[in-house]
């Protein structure tokens, strides 16, 4: 496992910052800058909530993981749980954040049925780390204002008539990292590129499976518009977006909101907005004016945390090779296209719930790396991203299913360098280990299915009776038209099911039709 160094915050932020004072136009809107700063709430990875012991098993029936505590008994206290701390330490030196020695808990208080306490613990005024970077790609970073720990709320679901709303308390106090964003974002495009690097940020160092479509990840964008040498415009906050998809689509709806309005000279109230998905448009929730006032102030049943320098090296000293890293590794190691770094990165890994220190192991760079070492890594990822992971998705299995293990990959792409199998052939077995799971070992598989390539003697029989079939076409090469060949090649690879190679095909039926050259 690789170690990285970590960098403080301070130090680093500057390197690939736009400077502020840089204006950013976009033909989409042209003589407008968009300012965009992200809240993002992620669900960590620990098995038990954040001030409780109950499990994190949101997928058990409804209020079956609750404690005393996570449905706000009174008389009942939190109990910080370590592992919580240790998750957000590791993604705080992920992002070259300056872990806090000291943080502290505050409440939050609003009313709202899915809040049992009435508050939300949070850490508004001293959270556990400050500053930071996120790689977005393409030379540019994102810099991190902070990242806070916080409890999650139960989920509240209304009835079709709406006069019902039913409580699932299993979430409620499960342990949440807020990370909050600089305004460094200029374009939707350059937003999403930020989330999908921060999911790939907390899967490597299983912090989070940072899954927008479960809920694990959400995110609050912030979104103002301004004219050149002016200072950012007012900001509307778009609450509870649950895909990148809507995340940018909501950017662009507010981006063009904004400049209308200030186009038709109205000047942009403060508000809090939602996002209407079959509209693609954001709708009012709030304004500034009915901002509700959450009382902040210290928790008394929690003291500081504080956190040891021994304490923050040691986790650091466990810190996995990073995405930024990987990236730029995995294309120089082997070769490979940013296109398919990024697609062999994007794949999650579905392993189980908590984080074990090998949080990479199932991942499918692992399994490309394996593939790839001893072979020809171009072919391997090839094979990997547009065979076997393009089948998976056809057959709609994620990646932790794929039966095909490294080394029956490594001996299925040996086969195929060989001359045994013909592209064809592996394609047809690689689907057929894929839809019937087998273990039979490939050399009997292939015997069995009758995948070898076809010998020399058999494809001069298959060439010759192409040639019977197809005399016309035969007649035309006799007379020189090469190009007519592929056709005979064709008949020669149906007839073969695939198991003759084109190539030789091709040079044999130019042998049997073409006077040999001199
Ligand atoms: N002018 C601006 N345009 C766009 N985004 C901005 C602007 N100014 C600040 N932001 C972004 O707004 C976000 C503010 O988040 P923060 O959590 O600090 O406060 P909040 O939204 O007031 O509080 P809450 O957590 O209760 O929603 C940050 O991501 C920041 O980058
Ligand atoms: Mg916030
Ligand atoms: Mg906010």
Known sequence: MLRIPVGRATASRCCHRRDLATFASDPRWP?????????????????????SQTRTAFDQPPNTQVSLFDAAFPGTLPNLNIKCVELAVRTALAMGSDVQ??????????????????????????????????????GRTVSIEQIQLEQDTAKSTKSISGTVTRLDLNRAGAALMEIVS????RTPEEAGAYVRALQALLRAVGASDGNMEQGSLRCDVNVSVNRKDEPFGTRCEVKNLNSVRFLMSAILSEVRRHTALLDAGCPVPQETRGFDQDRAETFLLRTKEDAPDYRY???????????????????????????????????????????????????????????????????????????ADGGD???????????????????NESFHTNPVSVETMRELLALLHDGTLTGTSAKTLLRHILQTRTQIPLTQLIDEMSLRTASSTSLKSLCEAAV?????????????????????????????????????????LREILLPPKL
Do not use: C
């Open 468 to 508: 019977s079939a197809l005399p016309r076409e035969s007649d035309v090469i006799r007379k020189g038209n090469e190009k007519v060949v592929m056709k005979l090649v064709g008949h020669v690879m149906k007839a073969s099911r695939g198991t003759a190679n084109a190539r030789a095909a091709a040079d044999m």
């Open 182 to 185: 600089r305004p460094d974002m």
């Open 297 to 371: 102030m210290p928790d008394s049943n929690l003291p500081p945390l504080l956190l040891t320098q021994d304490y923050i090296s040691a986790i650091a000293a466990t810190m996995p090779e990073l995405p930024s890293a990987l990236y730029a590794r995995l294309q120089s190691q082997y070769g490979i296209s940013a296109r398919d770094t990024e697609v062999l990165m994007s794949i999650e890994s579905g392993s189980d719930m908590g984080y074990d220190g090998e949080a990479e192991k199932g991942s499918a760079v692992n399994y490309f790396e394996q593939v």
């Open 101 to 138: 020695k000291r943080s502290t808990f505050d409440r939050k208080h609003y009313f709202y049925p899915d809040l049992p306490s009435g508050y939300q613990i949070t850490q508004k005024y001293a959270p556990l780390a400050m500053g930071g970077q996120v790689f977005i790609g393409q």
């Open 31 to 51: 003589g407008w800058q968009a300012v965009i700063g992200i809240e993002v709430h992620v669900q960590i990875k620990s098995r038990a909530k954040l001030f």
């Open 377 to 395: 890594p171009k072919v391997a990822a090839n094979w990997i991203i547009h065979e076997l992971l393009g089948q998976l998705a056809f057959r």
